[in-house]
């Protein structure tokens, strides 16, 4: 079967229940826009966070932070208040800058709208719902279909739920390359209890039930540096990207990078969470296919490459996802919901 919204949520359990927050009041007058920016230097695999407050920046938001040049490298957010006197704040995940930032609760002002940037919220809810009670969101932004965040914290007011969507940035894909000589690639971590179609697919590959499948290996979730270049640089000579969704159906980013680098996506994301613009690439398996079925796939794909057709679909998901781009339309969003804003 298919892998949809509905049968992700449906597995989702044990979730503690958390009564929906309530509606923060907002007085709108001040229109600058301020992102509390992340570090670059933290470990990190992608670059997909820093993506986000640059494209942000793109639309005009300034960022602040320690990694940025002065007068923004300030971390006292009570002092940015002050001397930026911003009308709308940005804060990533607290899993991105605890420890960092102090005097959050500066934020807590009815003349500031505030946004959060939240992601894999199924990694202790209780911890989200605190840093949320703390900062007492008037919207929050999220990557993954709206529902399913809301299943995992419903707290969330899904009429404030914005999404958007992962990027790449435009500059750093290959040029594109016509010398395929990796005929199918398969990435990405392999926890069973997150990833069991990535998992079996991983025992396929050991076993050689599953041939001409080249594997990169994850390179650790604690890796310091991106490996967003090497990976985009590998997919720039793949035909064929073998990729999967978690459990949750979580759209994940891969999908996008390998489509910008010209592959034919295999894989199993949700049918009723399409990818603007680039869903027409994606060639859905079900969760339960054979090995023996999934190689025939692959190797029809393989076969049926056609470079013409995955090069106009490579400058769609380069235009469409690149981060200036959606940093624009998101900016746009957050300013139609404030715009819009009742408590």
């Known amino acids: 079967m298919l892998l949809t919204v509905e049968s992700a949520i449906h597995n989702i359990t044990n979730v503690p229940p958390r009564p929906q927050m309530p509606i923060?009041?907002?007085?709108?007058?001040?229109?600058?826009?301020?992102?509390?920016?992340?570090?670059?230097?933290?470990?990190r695999i992608t670059d997909e966070g820093w993506q986000l407050q640059l494209g942000l920046q793109a639309a005009g938001?300034?960022?602040?932070?320690?990694?940025?040049?002065?007068?923004?490298?300030?971390?006292?957010?009570?002092?940015?208040?002050?001397?930026?006197?911003?009308?709308?704040?940005?804060?990533?995940?607290?899993?991105?800058?605890?420890?960092t930032f102090r005097n959050i609760e500066?934020?807590?002002?009815?003349?500031?709208?505030?946004?959060?940037?939240?992601?894999?919220?199924?990694?202790n809810p209780t911890f989200h719902y605190a840093s949320h009670i703390a900062t007492m969101p008037h919207a929050w932004v999220v990557y993954y279909h709206p529902a399913i965040c809301q299943?995992?914290?419903?707290?969330?007011?899904?009429?404030?739920?914005?999404?958007?969507?992962?990027?790449?940035?435009?500059?750093?894909?290959p040029s594109w390359c016509n010398e395929r000589t990796i005929p199918c690639l398969f990435s990405g971590a392999t926890q069973v209890n997150i990833y069991p179609f990535r998992y079996q697919i991983q025992q396929w590959i050991e076993s050689g039930a599953l041939r001409r499948v080249y594997t990169l290996p994850h390179p650790g979730y604690m890796q310091k540096g991106w490996f967003t270049d090497l990976?985009?640089?590998?997919?720039?000579?793949?035909?064929?990207?073998l990729c999967t969704a978690s459990k949750y159906a979580y759209t994940l980013r891969k999908f996008i990078e390998a489509t910008a680098c010209g592959c034919r996506v295999i894989g199993n994301p949700p049918i009723d969470d399409p990818f603007p613009e680039i869903d027409e690439n994606m060639?859905?398996?079900?969760?339960?296919?054979?090995a023996e079925g999934l190689q025939r796939i692959i190797d029809r794909e393989v076969a049926n490459y056609d470079p013409r057709r995955q090069e106009l679909l490579a400058d769609k998901a380069i235009k469409w996802y690149d981060y200036r781009v959606v940093g624009r339309r998101l900016a746009d969003r957050i300013d139609e919901v404030r715009n819009g804003w009742h408590a």
Do not use: C
Not at 24 to 43: F, Q, W
Not at 151 to 173: A, L
Not at 231 to 241: D, E, G, N, P
């Open 106 to 123: 500066s934020m807590r002002r009815s003349d500031i709208f505030r946004v959060a940037q939240h992601k894999d919220m199924q990694h």
């Open 283 to 290: 060639v859905r398996v079900p969760d339960d296919i054979s």
């Open 151 to 173: 299943k995992f914290n419903p707290w969330m007011r899904p009429q404030h739920v914005i999404r958007t969507w992962h990027t790449v940035d435009s500059d750093k894909i």
């Open 61 to 99: 938001y300034q960022l602040w932070g320690k990694e940025f040049g002065q007068p923004y490298r300030h971390t006292d957010v009570d002092f940015i208040i002050k001397k930026a006197d911003p009308g709308v704040i940005l804060i990533y995940d607290q899993r991105e800058w605890d420890g």
């Open 231 to 241: 990976f985009l640089k590998i997919l720039s000579h793949t035909r064929v990207a």
């Open 24 to 43: 923060p009041s907002y007085e709108r007058g001040k229109t600058t826009r301020i992102v509390l920016g992340i570090e670059n230097s933290i470990p």
